[in-house]
Structures are given as structure tokens and as C-alpha cells.
């Protein structure tokens, strides 16, 4: 019996597949090194491929495709429901098998290299950002036993710096300097990558239609303009704004039950980079709204009854809705105008 559906665990080295006919039948269980899979795969019939979203899955599905199977990649937390007993790489593989069959079943849209190559920066980014925070807070804390202490930001940073780079401060001593100037000498080198990158991003963003609409938004800078644009390439694939919503985890976690619903707080599940770009922006919008509430009249009547943190959610989850209604449109964002008043 040919195989028609098989469920491919991906590791690094050794993979698992699990395969089974139109009937149902178990036609195939094999372990597959690295090396072995394409192969293995072009002798095969076309056939439904699934797998796990996770570190590879992309450049595995398009190869495949190549192959001429059709493969499909499942979030990770929905193929665990369907692992029977202890957790083996066999066991996933015929969970993965089971699960891609399922017609309930929400599945990955699969990514293209340049897309992934333009998410990669904003992960770098992210990633630098926090080092540069590491190291930062590192040289103020080796500062401070000390005794040199200087206000947070900028400009207590540049104190320290200026400090440090004073040979004669003799507040300091030679061994400590030493060790110092090689973080601070890490700190400069950081924000030189990071300055690169946001280079780069700024041309891709004023090459992009789609990045510069979704800069019209409030709360929506070059940053997360183009993360927007770079996640989202098929708007269509969202059914509504709520979707896009939920996709980066900005929804309340349902929890209802014989008839009665029950709402908690955010699900979080998705994208956390989105959502936490959304939120940042929301605390923006939130600052001005606090000085000038005739322009924001929604949000002042909403900071009026809520805490500032769930108003910043509420708006976070606003602006994705009208993301997905620009990016499906094509058009830039439309403020609300004001009513005209009466008589």
C-alpha cells in the first residue's frame, strides 16, 4: 500500500517519520539522519507531509515542496493533544501523523526566506538590545560599589563614561578602570550594530508600501511598521482584525462553560515580539492622551474606569485590528472625526 500521510518529528540529527496509507494503515516507520531525508523523500509518492513549526520546519517544508509533497507545519501546542502516553520521537511522529489529518487542524502559513531574513533582523536587534542592557547595568553596578553613582538614562550613562575615561579621576583604581573600559568599549560596539540595523530597516521601510501605511497608525513606529509588515504578508489569511488580534495573544483567555462566559486576562499565545512592540506603542498614545484627553476621548474615559496597564492592552489590541484592516484594504490609516455638535 502506498503511503498518502506522513508525520515528520524534525530534530537535529536523527529524525522520526511516521507514515500510513489511505486506509489508515501503518505503512512506514523509519528513523532518517539528516542526510537521508531528501533522499528518502524523492522516492516517495506525493503525499501529505505535517510538521511541528519549530527551528527548521521552514526550510524543510519548501524543500519538500520541491519534492512535490504537500506539507503543512501545525503549532506545536496542538499537536501535543494528540501524544498518547510517554513522549518519544515515534510518539510524536504519529501524533504529528494523526494531527495533520485532522480537519479542525489550524495550520502555519510557511515563510520564504527573504521573510525570514527580514524577521532575523528584528531579532538581532532584539537580541543586542538586551545585551547592551546587561552590559550597561553591569558597569553602573561595578561603579556603584564604588561609590559612583549617577542618575538612570543617557545622560547619567555619559556621566560614568566620562568618568571612566578621565585618567586622572582617582576615584577609580587602575585594575578597575582596566576592566571597566573593556565594557564600555563592548557598549559602544553594541549601539554601532544596532545603528546598522536600524539602517537597514528604515530603507526596507521606505521601499515597503505596506510598512509606510502601517506608520500611519498611532502607536506604530518604523520598528514595528516593518515587523508588521514582515509577520503579516497575507493579510487575507486572517479572517478579521480579531484574528490578527489573537494571533499575537492581545485576546482575553476564555474560560466558559454550561452557558456562561467567562473572560480573564490576555491569552499571550502568538507572536510576544508584536505584542510586545503594540504595547509599547499603546504606552505612547497613553501619554498623550493623559495631557490632551479631548483627543483621545475613548482612552480617557477608559483610563478613567481601568488601571493604566489593562487601558494600554485594550488600545494594543485596537491598533492590530486596525493593522489588519489597513494591510487587507490597502489604504492608510483614517482618524475618526469628531461629531458635529448639536443645534
Known amino acids: 500500500m502506498q503511503v498518502s500521510t506522513i508525520g515528520l518529528d524534525l530534530a537535529k540529527n536523527v529524525f522520526q517519520a511516521h507514515g500510513v496509507s489511505a486506509e489508515g494503515k501503518v505503512v512506514l516507520k523509519k528513523q532518517l539522519r539528516r542526510g537521508q531525508v531528501l533522499s528518502t ?4 509518492p506525493p503525499c501529505l507531509v505535517g510538521m511541528e513549526a519549530c527551528a527548521g520546519a521552514h526550510y524543510w517544508a519548501r524543500e519538500l515542496r520541491k519534492l512535490g509533497h504537500d506539507v503543512r507545519l501545525m503549532p506545536a501546542r496542538d499537536v501535543k493533544a494528540y501524544v498518547k502516553r510517554d513522549k518519544t520521537d515515534a510518539a510524536d511522529a504519529v501524533a504529528i501523523c494523526e494531527a495533520v489529518s485532522r480537519p479542525s ?3 502555519v502559513a510557511l515563510k520564504t526566506p527573504e521573510q525570514q531574513g527580514r524577521l532575523m533582523q528584528h531579532r538581532v536587534r532584539d537580541l543586542l538590545l538586551r545585551q547592551r542592557t546587561q552590559t550597561i547595568n553591569a558597569l553602573r553596578a561595578h561603579m556603584a560599589e564604588l561609590g559612583l553613582v549617577a542618575a538612570t538614562g543617557r545622560q547619567g550613562l555619559c556621566l560614568l563614561l566620562a568618568i571612566l ?4 579621576d582617582e576615584r577609580l583604581p587602575q585594575d578597575a578602570r582596566a576592566s571597566l ?3 564600555a568599549s563592548q557598549i559602544t560596539a553594541l549601539q554601532a550594530q544596532i545603528d546598522s540595523l536600524d539602517k537597514r530597516l ?3 521601510h521606505r521601499q515597503c508600501p505596506a510598512s509606510r501605511r502601517l506608520e500611519t497608525i498611532p502607536g506604530i513606529g518604523v520598528i514595528g511598521a516593518t515587523a508588521l509588515a514582515a509577520t503579516i504578508t497575507d493579510p487575507k489569511a486572517f479572517k478579521s482584525g480579531r484574528d490578527l488580534a489573537a494571533f499575537i495573544g492581545l485576546v482575553p483567555r476564555n474560560n466558559s462553560s454550561g452557558g ?5 486576562p490576555i491569552s499571550k499565545q502568538g507572536d510576544r515580539y508584536l505584542r510586545r512592540i503594540l504595547v509599547v506603542g ?3 498614545i497613553l501619554k498623550q492622551a493623559r495631557t490632551r484627553p479631548d483627543k483621545h476621548p475613548w482612552l480617557a474615559r477608559l483610563m478613567a474606569r481601568k488601571p493604566g496597564k489593562l487601558a494600554a492592552v ?3 489590541n485596537k491598533t492590530a485590528r486596525i493593522a489588519w484592516a489597513v494591510l487587507a484594504r490597502g489604504e492608510s490609516y483614517r482618524a475618526p472625526t469628531a461629531p458635529a455638535a448639536a443645534g
Open 202 to 204: 528604515h530603507a526596507q
Open 260 to 264: 456562561k462566559q467567562r473572560l480573564g
Open 105 to 107: 487542524m489550524r495550520f
Open 314 to 316: 485594550a488600545l494594543a
Open 282 to 284: 499603546a504606552h505612547s
Open 181 to 183: 573600559k573593556l565594557l
Open 41 to 44: 523523500f524523492a522516492k516517495l
Open 165 to 168: 575615561a578621565d585618567a586622572k
